[in-house]
């Protein structure tokens, strides 16, 4: 079963108690981690916070939902959002129950039963015949366009990039990224967001408008929250701040490259 939840200590009490009852328990703090655990590991079942960071409850459960529609969601949540129930409902899910939720009606929605045996999983079935994603996707290498003024952290992301198993082209310049883009458009683009000519800012708007299905990871010099939200409002997938944490860009890459191909349906 896969935990996720931004609240540390919700996410390990859920986790102990599950994990108490006999399953194997994966947890994550996001709906970013959220999809990159359902693609690793595939869970039988999910409890799923609405409201968190970094792709909410709602755009993660359709991501999953499209991503394997047999997954057990049942959503834990503390708000009240009638819409955002309803629109929780008609994706499917399992059971929506509020915070503070008693564990055990937690687990029975889970299992379908108050006193399940250990290491029993959701009753729902899989077509063993139906892989979730094609073989062909899983082996195509993404494509990341890297785009920042200073040739050295441009040579650093693109060699990151190449380390991971995507292929990769970078650029100087908002306006060479906007004429690659056209050209050839990628999965993703690494965006700094403070260069000389067409800005990161502008750039995001304008490589939005001529490839929409581009994911977009902005690369900034500041840590500055208001310019974050800004960013992320106008669409962009993720931001990021130098020095740049490899590991969370590897992460958010991984499920950028995902999501892209899922609502593409592309295997390029």
Request: aromatic share 2%; net charge negative.
């Amino acid at each position: 079963m896969l935990v996720v939840d931004d609240d540390a200590e919700m996410r390990a009490v859920f986790s102990e108690y599950i994990r108490l009852q006999g399953f194997h328990v994966l947890e994550a703090k996001d709906g970013l981690e959220a999809l990159l655990q359902v693609k690793r590991n595939r869970p039988h079942a999910i409890i799923l916070d609405l409201a968190m960071p970094r792709l909410g409850g709602i755009d993660a459960l359709k991501r999953i939902v499209k991503f394997d529609p047999t997954i057990a969601v049942v959503i834990v949540t503390g708000g009240t959002d009638t819409d955002l129930h309803r629109q929780a409902s008609m994706l499917g899910v399992r059971a929506i129950l509020a915070k503070p939720v008693g564990l055990p009606d937690l687990l029975s929605a889970l299992t379908g039963s108050n006193t399940p045996q250990p290491g029993a999983v959701p009753t729902t079935a899989r077509d063993p015949n139906t892989a979730p994603v094609s073989a062909a996707r899983e082996a195509s290498p993404g494509r990341v366009l890297v785009v920042d003024d200073d040739p050295a952290l441009r040579e650093m992301l693109s060699e990151f990039a190449m380390l991971k198993g995507y292929t990769a082209r970078s650029v100087s310049s908002g306006a060479d990224a906007l004429r690659a883009v056209v050209e050839d458009p990628p999965d993703v683009v690494l965006l700094d967001i403070e260069m000389p000519g067409l800005s990161g800012a502008d750039a995001l708007m304008a490589i939005q408008a001529v490839a929409p299905a581009v994911k977009i990871i902005m690369v900034s010099g500041t840590s500055d929250a208001a310019l974050a939200r800004r960013t992320l409002a106008r669409g962009a997938f993720d931001y990021v701040t130098k020095p740049v944490d490899l590991e969370h860009l590897a992460q958010s890459v991984e499920t950028a490259v995902m999501m892209k191909r899922l609502e593409s349906g592309s295997t390029a």
